[in-house]
């Protein structure tokens, strides 16, 4: 339980990375709570889908 507890909580820190946006309050508790490990995880898969977004999103302006 407490893995899945730390790695959605690395996905909420992540996301709200992407935008720059983060109480310190919030990221010190993000510092006790969840390992380096998810944080590196869950932000390469986020980097991977935002490129593969961005590659469709210009193959179809581009193919109009």
């Known amino acids: 339980m407490s893995t899945k507890v730390s790695l959605m909580r ?3 820190a992540v996301a709200w ?3 720059g946006i983060r ?3 919030e990221f010190q508790e993000d510092i006790d709570k969840i390992t380096p490990l998810h944080v590196l ?3 390469l898969v986020a ?3 935002f490129v593969i977004s ?3 999103f210009v193959n179809l302006v581009v193919a109009k």
């Open 23 to 25: 109480k310190s309050s």
């Open 17 to 19: 990375s992407f935008l």
């Open 54 to 56: 961005l590659i469709v």
């Open 41 to 43: 995880g869950v932000g």
């Open 10 to 12: 690395s996905v909420k």
């Open 47 to 49: 980097v991977f889908l």
